[in-house]
């Protein structure tokens, strides 16, 4: 009989590439983690790892068991999941990251209610934007991703995971109250903000590429950046006291910070989406099953209480009705 401990090893070696990556994922010591490859080698009986150069490596034998210790150790996990469910319980641990807006408007919602349904499930959560998010989705070491993508740049999709759109929303316009543009109502056009100074997420985060690419595209300018932070309580200080403009999403509720004013972009529309990742097949675990639903949920509340916002992808006629809706 395989044990599955040994086989989690195996599997992280073919995921992470490297002994000491895997001790590191696992908590064990490199020592540890080539004293259970070793014994796995003696039980099936045949070379699963070589040598090149300093690194181990699975041979053709190591890759075959990889693949069917993946399959078997999702097996292992959905079966006491299952049996847990049968019997009226959902239980297990859902490790969930996202993005600041999508915490405070959707996941955080969801809490009470998935603890009062199900005691027995734990929702771990972290604020989260890093780069390797989807790649931790992956390696397993997360089980949902809730990340921001904008019309022009979109999130490329990976066969491996499920992507769903929960909500789009309005990218709008924040200026300091005192702004000669804002005494103004009714959308702005981009090519009247050439000479503004702006505030935005630090470098090579999205909302830093969009600014770009809508100043470019929309206004024919490049933003003059002279503030950068990926907190908008910050970003709606600055714009505050005069200093900058930003580029905000609608559920960032700009209009109810004192001293700032919004207004929509009259070029054309630029939006942002929430999508829900996770990993392809995941939600048969009734516990994943049971966080997607709830997120789904919450999501449909929301979009109920805020017209401006859209469940899913919108239209094009839905994207003209909403640039049409007057300025908050």
Known sequence: MLDLGRLRVLRELKLRGTVSAVASALGYTPSAVSQQLAQLQREVGVPLVERAGRRLRLTEAGEVLAEHAETLLAKAQRAEEETLAASGRVAGTVRAVAY??????VVAPTLPRLAAEHPDLVVEVLDEEFVRVLQALVLREIDLVLTDEYTHLPRPRRPEL??????????RIALP???PLAARPGPVRMAELAEQVW???HHGT???DLLERTCVELGGFRPLVRYRSNDLMVVFALVAQGCAAALV????????????????IADAPVSRRMVMWTRVGADVRPSVRAVLEALRHSADLLVARRPGLVRGVPDAGAESEARRRPDA
Do not use: K
């Open 162 to 171: 499920a992507a769903e759109v929960l909500i789009s929303e309005r990218m």
């Open 199 to 201: 505030a935005t997420g």
């Open 177 to 179: 109250a005192a702004h």
């Open 100 to 105: 600041q807006t999508a915490l405070l408007h």
């Open 206 to 208: 999205n909302h830093a």
């Open 249 to 264: 999403p609608d559920l960032s509720l700009a209009e109810d910070q004192e001293d700032v004013v919004v207004r929509d």
